[in-house]
């Protein structure tokens, strides 16, 4: 009867927030052996619910200084705001409750950007930052079932259906983004970056959007467990908002024993295409994933199939294979084989991996579609990346000597089929610099090279040997190398961090054990980081931080019409900035930066300036 009950209440709960399914709930996440939702903690006799509240204060004051500017941009030498235009908070507060009937509910208020004058349209009262969300579990003795639904949350099954992009943490952490956490103290997040290499960017990282319906069974019988939602992506969205699109998913798995557990994973995205609902532009996966645990050693397999779909002749199906193997006990030298194959049909973006074959997959829909849309000609990326139509292999490694730390690897990839006349890159140092100064655009700058997106900015390099339909007749081959130091030592008893990261990518039209700097290679791209951070005192640490970038074409790449020459260009970043703690709770942080963009065959390619942020984080709870 009480469990006839419970369901009774969840249902009627569902309903209401699929009335009001126009909003989105708050960030979660859902993993399949989470932690057991909060609903299922014990509530005092006669408590009728439980709710408690968190969130924080974030003032971003933001001031750029060019001496050199696009001709084509705004023209402005001098910008002065507070905040940098993203949608994120500015004040959040996170509201979590539990009923007494173990229903819990939550959601997130926030202000954006308070500071904007009388103007209503440039400031709006409290809203929701992403919905509404409710939640429940059900234990019985078949297993405990956990249900939520109410918009927007963050979910992931596997590399090649449902996960975010995520790397080997090769990264520069001197810029700040609104996830970044607070920690104990300002120099706490260089020593976890050195000891453990993990960068703590939210709940956001390594997940998908999702908004709908997520169910999820654990402690099922046979080992059995279960996950997947069905709702709505906003990777394939219909151009027309009142047409319908649908993204479903899930996952089933069985664990064997401790050392191996086997799943299955499916999924299934729809959206209509035109106003009437007879053309659907869609795609479907279904793959099996293994994983086998040694002593020290773990193998990680997924190989699949999809297919996809659209008004045009629909693509053939398509294979897919990703392989991982690792040594997984702390070691001396610690090893990371990855091999993967992903056919030019095999299309999905929600996955992890780019998808390089169908441009109609990106929504194209004003402040969307260019607010997800990535490389797509052919990209250079870094290691950890996987991209369709490519097939390959990277090994890498890390090593420790006393206090030294190296972190490195080496990939070697080529295209399956021959593809676009064209190359992609992202730019490694600036990069979101650049990309402030015009936010979510494609084809902008002096020669309609740049594309933003998140905090990043790509470009796109055309290829003259193309024929008539923009496609080349040969295979494009890719080698990348990276390599990433870390030291740390005291002086006057004060802890120094130094970091290093050297990226380098080539493109060529030949097969090459290592990359090209030579004109042989279409595009080589060579990047140099350094951060250091050193601790004044307990409460204050400064950081500085150098890079260095250089791109260069050759003569197969677009050429200047005045000079007749392919890329030159050089990037640089001189930064220096303070991490103050101002209480338990509160930290101040600042930050200025020199910045130069330049190309001396593209005499227009000229950028230069300084930009100071001040960042004041508080939490509260």
Known sequence: MNFDRKILKVTVCIV?????????????????????????????????????????????????????????????????????????????????????????FGADFMINSLYKG????????????????????????????????????????SRLTVWGNQSFNRTSIYDRRPQTPLTDNPLDRYTKFYNSGLVDQGVRYGNRAFQGLFVEGLKLPLNFHIKGVIGKSNFNRSEIVTNDNFTGCFKVKNILNDSLSISYQHLNSTADIDSIGLNQRKYK?????????????????????????????????????IANLKTTRSSLVSFNVQLYRLSPQFVNVTGNLLNTTVLEVFPNIEGVGASVRLPFKSPMVGLGFPVNNRQGGALNADFELGKFKINGGIGLFAEIEPSSAGISFIHNVNSETISRLNLFAQNWGPYNFLNSNYRRVFETVELSDGDENGNVDYLKYFNTIELQTKYNLKLFNRNIYLFTLTQINSCQKSFESIPV?????????????????????????????????RVKGNDLTDLDEESGMPRDQSNRLLGIGL??????????????????????????????????????????N
Not at 118 to 147: F, Q
């Open 579 to 620: 991490d103050y703690k101002v209480g338990d709770q509160a930290m101040i942080f600042v930050r200025h930066n020199f910045y130069k963009f330049s190309d001396p065959n593209f005499s227009y390619n000229q950028l230069q300036g300084t930009e100071t942020m001040l960042e004041l984080k508080i939490n509260f």
């Open 517 to 549: 700097f030579s004109d042989d290679a279409l595009i080589n791209q060579s990047s140099l980081i350094v951060d250091m951070s050193c601790e004044l005192n307990p409460k204050t640490s400064m950081v500085m931080s150098y890079g260095l970038e």
């Open 16 to 104: 209401q927030i699929f009335i009001c399914s126009h909003t989105y709930s708050q960030r979660q996440n859902f993993h399949p052996d989470s932690i057991p939702f909060s609903s299922n903690v014990t509530l005092g006799k006669g408590q009728t619910s439980n709710i408690s509240f968190t969130g924080f204060y974030r003032f971003l004051g933001y001031i750029r200084n060019q001496t050199k500017t696009f001709p084509n941009n705004s023209g402005k030498t001098t910008a002065i705001t507070i905040g940098d235009f993203y949608r994120e908070p500015m004040l959040l507060l996170k509201m979590k409750g539990v009923t007494k009937d173990e229903i819990s």
């Open 285 to 321: 996966i279904n793959t099996l994933e293994l994983d086998k645990k040694w002593d020290n050693i773990r193998l990680q397999i997924e190989a699949g199939i999809g297919q996809y779909s659209d008004s045009d002749e629909p693509l053939s199906l398509g294979d897919a294979f």
């Open 118 to 157: 009388v103007s209503e349209d440039l400031n709006r009262e409290l809203t929701l930052e992403l919905g509404l969300n409710l939640k429940t579990s059900i234990s019985n003795r078949y297993g405990k079932y956990n249900i939520k639904t109410g918009g927007v949350s963050w979910y992931r099954q």
